[in-house]
Structure formats: structure tokens, C-alpha cells
């Protein structure tokens, strides 16, 4: 009797193979921060069960915000204790008071200690107060008292844009511990959004070292938005000094949590047809075929069936044929794309156009977080709808107020009008407001809060440049909507979580105009969070109103633009509207009526150019790759992407 045994299929799944650390990928900050919470929550438990200490290293900055929310939320509603929990945070600005606002231990307990059980014996924070000498002293004592407490369980952290992890700059030493450090410029610039500027910028900083670090039992690093690059060297590429985080592939339980954003360039998202099998979705087809022609500086027409089968791409020529038929299908794409009536042309019917001829004219609404986003992002399409006879309404999300620097402030102040309307007083009752606010400027101590004064009128001075702007687009005081969503008035750097008022407000709005079209921010770069709270506040409004029947939202269109960080990968672009060297121009003189944001920007980011510079070159460098790719050459191009919600 003989037996036949069928050989075993083994399904290899490769989506990740090209990551050294594992990876998890989620939908939003929101399920990534909730899923860590979850694991601490977790870890914290499973301690309390034996009666042990659990010993946390923590971070700060923007990344960890909604973390520590989610864990303060599980302390109220489902009475997580953290009596037996210690911590130690990764790192101090140097030299920097306690009680200041930009101080990490100012952070730490505005966003955790104050708010759950946790003995205050059992918080460790590096000082920023001491002498140098102290400080380096107190550095040897920290690394004690980590190993007394038995060691890190788990340590979190986040990456900078050079990635660094802690206050560990590229080249620090992987046998580095706790110690006083440098700042990188780019460090500073990036975290410039804490400060009024630059120069407030602390230049040193305390921070655990690399090798304190990674002797922690379990890491988890979470990165979001803009950190795609960079996060893609640390995962996929080889360990460097140079890059930090790239060293945590040495740890044998470390996990990177992202989201979708901050996993864009990782090869399964990017190249996922290098990973394995692919959907060969036209989305996808155009992504591959674009980025291939790009990297081997050939228009698309050009690409030969030698370039497909030596770029991965051989697959691609089995599922869809010839290669001549595959380039044409991408050229057409992206010619489609190209349009110069962002409203649809009227009385025309073109195939593949991304917006539709009818109704005309439509009404638009920009949406705008800042008073200022509006011009710099999509100057030259809000000048074309105008002028292409659109209904075009702009709704300025948020006052803009903490963007406007005390010395700009202080050339103004002489200047009254507008006050009786803002505060319904007299002439003398202003006198006395401007006087009070003299005052308080020549007075006002370093990191103080604005009085509510100080950001009315600062928030007046953005309202006025915003109607400039409008009339000189061409469209009158009326059609400008200043919003003041309340989750921004707190007079500091970090935001409230927007609120059915935010909601109400905007819902408001967008039932009073009805529009065929709205126009939001979806760029996640900025670097104080305002554009990504006004997108979710947007994106909630018009779900609310779609699940209330209302017929007009079946008709519109929602087009997310970039602000003034980044652009849109060329690969996603679904509407470019072109601008020739006049319309650039144009757009140009319009930022600068924003004067408050012109010469010295706050809160600018890692890019230390004038809005203005920013936009040209990213509107030009976006012009030049549809050029590069085989299409018309034109002086710059504005991107949008559509979103279906």
C-alpha cells in the first residue's frame, strides 16, 4: 500500500521584508496613541499584579500629546492606578527654568502627573535649573537611579526629523549615557514652535544616552505626519551613528507605531510591489510607473519594457501588457490632471477633467486655519475662481493671534481703529486699553501668557491683513468669515481638542453657504498641529451633515490642498492648477500683505524661509517634475488631492 503525500504550499508573506523593526501601522494619531496607552495600561497591571514597580521612560513633544490624554482618560474611567508606577523622562531643555511653559516638567504634568495617582517621589526628570558642574553630576546620578529601580520596562519614544531619539543628535556615541548635550540647529528650528522664535530656542539640552536607552526591556517609538523619511532610514536602512534611531535595530524588542502619513515612504507603502504580490489598482499603476520615471530621469512615453523588468516592475508587464500602452495610460493620468478652470469649464464636457462643468457658477468655500494659509497655499486658483465668475468665500479657521510677535504688535498700538468695534467702548476706555497693553509688553516676563487684550488685538491685526487679502483677490468683506474656532484661544502654543463649538460653528457655515465646493488644508507638517485639528473639525461637520439627509452635501466636493511645509507627492496629485510667471507674481505681492508674517516667522518649522519663498519653490518644483515627466513646462502649479468623506 502506498501513500501519496501532497507537497505543502507554504504562503510566504514578505509585505514587511524590507523592515529591520517591527512595524505597526494605524489609521490615525488617535488609534496609534490609544493602542500605545493600551500597552502601557497593560504593563502597569500586569506589574500590580505581583506587586512590582513599573518603570516607565517617557517623552515629550507633540507625538506623545494624545497619549497622555488616553491614559489620563483610562485613570478617570476605568481607574487605572499609577501608585506603583516610576518614571523617568528622556530629556530637559538646558538652561530652562521648571516652571516655564517650554519646559519638559512644566509638560509632564500639565499633560500626566497633575491628572492621575502617581506619588510625586516617584517622578525623575533631568534639571534644568543647575550649574553645568551640578548638572553633570546629577547626570551620573540619574543613571543610578534608573538602575536602582531595576531598570527602564518600557521606554517611549518619539524621532526627530534628523532622527534623532532623546537629545541624540547624529553621532552620538551608541555607548553614550545620560549627559549634557548640544542642541543640532535643526533640532532648534524644529522646535522653534515652542517658542516665540529661534533665538529663545535653549542651545543645549539633558538627555539619557543612546546606551541608557536601549537597555530598556521594551521600546516603542511612535512618529506621525511628516517623519516618513526619516523613519524609513531608521527602519529599512543600515545602523548609523549618523541616525539614531536606526540603532534601535540592535534591540531585540523594540516596535516603531505610526500612521499612515508617517509610514509613506517604507517600502510596503511606497514600492509594495517590490514586497510581493500587488493590486495593480490605476492608482497604483501611476505611483510605480511615476516613480520610476523619476528616478531614471526619463518622461514617461519614454520608459522602455528593459526599464520595467530591471525596476521591479515585470509583474506589472505580465498583469497589463505592453509597456508603450502602460506609459500612455500614466501620461494620460497626468495629463488629465492639468487644468487651469479649478471650477470645471463651463459648457464643456471634457473626459477625465477632475471637476465637473456644472452647476457654474459654483460657490466655494476655502477653508483656511490661518489667516494667511488661503494665499500662500492656493493664491492662484482662489485669484482663477474669482475670476472665472465663482461665488468664492473664504472661512479663516482660527485667529491666528499667537503668530503675531510682541515687536509687531508694538507699531500698532497708536493705531485704534477697529477697537469700538471689538470692545463696543469709548475713545477713552480705548486710550486705557492701549495704554494697559503698553504696559504689559514693556513688562511681560519671558514665557508669559498673553492677556486677552494683548492676543484681541494681535488676532485684529491678522483679521485685517485677511480682508486685504480678499480685496485684493477681488471678493468683498462679505465673503470673508472669520470663525475663531474656540479650541485655538489659549494663548499658548498647544491646543485645546476641538468641541461641539468648533463643530457647531463650522456647520454653521457650511449650511448658510450650501457649497458646490470646499477647500481644506490637509497638511500635517505644520508644526503646532492648527491644520490637522481644523481638517478633523471640517471633516466631522460634513459627515454630520451628511447623515442628516441634507441634499446639497451630495454635491460637494471636498480638495484638500498643502499648507506651507510640504506638497503633495506628485503621484497623488489629482487637480494641478497652472500659474504663469503674472499669476506668480500676483500670488507673491498678495503674501506680503501679510505683513505680521513677513521677514521674522514664528513658529516656522524646520524651513527658515519667508512663506512667500516656500510657496514659489514648492509651486515651481511641482511644475518642473510634470515637465520632467513629458507634460508642458509651465512656471509653477498648485496640487490638490480630492477626498471622499
Not at 69 to 86: D, M, P, Q, R, Y
Not at 548 to 559: A, Q, R
Amino acid at each position: 500500500m502506498s501513500t501519496t503525500t501532497k507537497p505543502h504550499k507554504f504562503n510566504v508573506d514578505l509585505i514587511d521584508s524590507f523592515e529591520k523593526i517591527p512595524v505597526q501601522i494605524f489609521d490615525s494619531t488617535e488609534d496609534g496613541s490609544l493602542f500605545v496607552a493600551r500597552e502601557i495600561a497593560s504593563l502597569i497591571k500586569e506589574k500590580q499584579a505581583k506587586n512590582l514597580p513599573c518603570v516607565l521612560g517617557l517623552a515629550t513633544g507633540a507625538t506623545p500629546i494624545r497619549l497622555y490624554a488616553h491614559l489620563v482618560n483610562l485613570h478617570k474611567t476605568e481607574g487605572l492606578s499609577f501608585k506603583n508606577v516610576i518614571t523617568f523622562n528622556l530629556d530637559e531643555y538646558y538652561p530652562i527654568e521648571r516652571d516655564a511653559f517650554q519646559s519638559y516638567w512644566s509638560y509632564m504634568h500639565r499633560h500626566l502627573f497633575d491628572h492621575v495617582d502617581i506619588p510625586k517621589e516617584n517622578i525623575h526628570l533631568p534639571n534644568g535649573e543647575l550649574s553645568k558642574e551640578e548638572a553633570r553630576k546629577a547626570c551620573e546620578t540619574y543613571e543610578q537611579l534608573i538602575e536602582n529601580a531595576g531598570g527602564i520596562d518600557l521606554q517611549i519614544l518619539g524621532i526627530g526629523s534628523n532622527g534623532h531619539i532623546g537629545f541624540n543628535e547624529p553621532g552620538s556615541s551608541i555607548y553614550s549615557k545620560t549627559r549634557l548635550v548640544s542642541l543640532d540647529n535643526t533640532t532648534r528650528i524644529n522646535n522653534a514652535y515652542e517658542f516665540q522664535n529661534i533665538s529663545e530656542v535653549p542651545r543645549m539640552a539633558i538627555t539619557m544616552g543612546i546606551s541608557t536607552i536601549l537597555k530598556a526591556k521594551k521600546i516603542i517609538l511612535m512618529a506621525w505626519g511628516s517623519k516618513a523619511s526619516i523613519v524609513a532610514k531608521s527602519v529599512e536602512g543600515q545602523v548609523t551613528e549618523q541616525i539614531p534611531a536606526s540603532i534601535l535595530q540592535q534591540h531585540n524588542n523594540c516596535t516603531f507605531v505610526l500612521d499612515h502619513n508617517a509610514a509613506a515612504e517604507l517600502t510596503r507603502i511606497k514600492s509594495p510591489w517590490l514586497t510581493g504580490e500587488v493590486e495593480w489598482t490605476p492608482k497604483v499603476i501611476k505611483r510605480a510607473v511615476v516613480n520610476m520615471a523619476l528616478k531614471l530621469n526619463k518622461p514617461v512615453l519614454s520608459l522602455t519594457t528593459h526599464d520595467y523588468n530591471e525596476n521591479g516592475l515585470s509583474d506589472l508587464l505580465v498583469e497589463k501588457g505592453d509597456a508603450y500602452d502602460i506609459n500612455l495610460q500614466v501620461y494620460y493620468m497626468l495629463r488629465d490632471s492639468i487644468t487651469g478652470w479649478p471650477g470645471g469649464k463651463p459648457n464643456v464636457h471634457i473626459p477625465g477633467h477632475p471637476e465637473r462643468s456644472t452647476p457654474y457658477p459654483k460657490t466655494c468655500l476655502i477653508f483656511s486655519p490661518h489667516p494667511d494659509d488661503d494665499i500662500i497655499s492656493m493664491g492662484g486658483t482662489f485669484m482663477r475662481l474669482h475670476d472665472q465668475g465663482h461665488d468664492v468665500h473664504v472661512g479663516y479657521q482660527a485667529s491666528g493671534n499667537i503668530a503675531v510677535t510682541d515687536e509687531f504688535v508694538t507699531r500698532f498700538l497708536d493705531f485704534a481703529v477697529g477697537f469700538e468695534d471689538l470692545f463696543g467702548i469709548d475713545k477713552k476706555k480705548t486710550e486705557a486699553i492701549l495704554s494697559e497693553a503698553k504696559r504689559f509688553l514693556a513688562t511681560k516676563k519671558k514665557n508669559e501668557i498673553d492677556t486677552q487684550e494683548i492676543r484681541a488685538i494681535k488676532g485684529l491685526i491678522r483679521r485685517c491683513e485677511a480682508r486685504a487679502t480678499c480685496r485684493y483677490v477681488g471678493i468683498g468683506d462679505s465673503n470673508a468669515h472669520f470663525m475663531n474656532l474656540p479650541f485655538y484661544e489659549t494663548g499658548t502654543i498647544e491646543k485645546n481638542p476641538y468641541s461641539e463649538k468648533d463643530i457647531e460653528i463650522t456647520i454653521d457655515l457650511l449650511q448658510k453657504l450650501k457649497p458646490h465646493q470646499v477647500y481644506c488644508a490637509g497638511d500635517l507638517a505644520d508644526p503646532h498641529g492648527t491644520h490637522k485639528v481644523c481638517l478633523d473639525i471640517v471633516l466631522e461637520s460634513l459627515k454630520r451633515i451628511k447623515a442628516s439627509g441634507e441634499k446639497w452635501i451630495e454635491d460637494c466636493w471636498l480638495w484638500l490642498y498643502k499648507g506651507a511645509w510640504q506638497e503633495w507627492d506628485i503621484t497623488e496629485i489629482e487637480m494641478a492648477i497652472p500659474m504663469s510667471p503674472d499669476q506668480v507674481m500676483k500670488k507673491r505681492y498678495g503674501i506680503f500683505i501679510h505683513q505680521s508674517q513677513k521677514d521674522m516667522v514664528p513658529f516656522q518649522g524646520s524651513d527658515s524661509r519667508e512663506f512667500w519663498q516656500r510657496a514659489e519653490d514648492r509651486n515651481a518644483t511641482t511644475a518642473h517634475l510634470y515637465a520632467s515627466l513629458g507634460l508642458t513646462q509651465y512656471a509653477a502649479m498648485e496640487a490638490f488631492v480630492r477626498m471622499h468623506y
